[in-house]
């Protein structure tokens, strides 16, 4: 898997580098599909993605822990990432990592895959 990391305060905003969908739109609440896409999440919902195409097996607490968990990423953000990257290891995946600049803090993932969805 590539990975990008964007530093911009405007994460809503961002198309498919393959085909050119606009899949993330300022007016849009939902992520707007295209073959490419894979998965979309950000750092406030870890465990709740915006956009997943298919089961991707990212490991959640069990339900009588998330009661009782604070749910704000680690301040490392390696859970996410690694976990993507074990899950896609090779070369035909391509992460964007959007993240606004201080305070805010806010982190978007934005997985795209080279093959149509046919292929997979």
């Known amino acids: ?3 990008v ?3 911009n305060p405007n994460l ?3 198309y498919c580098p393959i085909c050119g969908t606009h899949t993330l739109q300022p007016d849009c609440d939902r992520p ?3 073959e490419h896409l894979v998965y979309v999440n950000c750092s406030e919902t870890p465990y709740d993605p915006w956009f997943e195409r298919e089961d ?3 490991e959640t607490p069990e339900d009588s822990e998330a009661e009782d968990l604070d ?3 680690p301040e ?3 859970s996410i990432l690694q976990a ?3 899950r896609f290891p090779g070369g035909e995946y391509l992460l964007f990592l959007l993240s606004a600049p201080p305070p805010a803090g806010l982190e978007v993932y934005v997985l795209y895959t080279y093959r149509p969805s046919a292929e997979q």
């Open 56 to 58: 991707l097996g990212l």
């Open 84 to 86: 993507l990257a074990d």
């Open 76 to 78: 490392d953000d390696k």
């Open 71 to 73: 749910l704000e990423m």
């Open 32 to 34: 707007t599909p295209c």
């Open 5 to 7: 990391d964007i530093c």
């Open 12 to 14: 809503s905003n961002l």
């Open 1 to 3: 898997m590539q990975t």
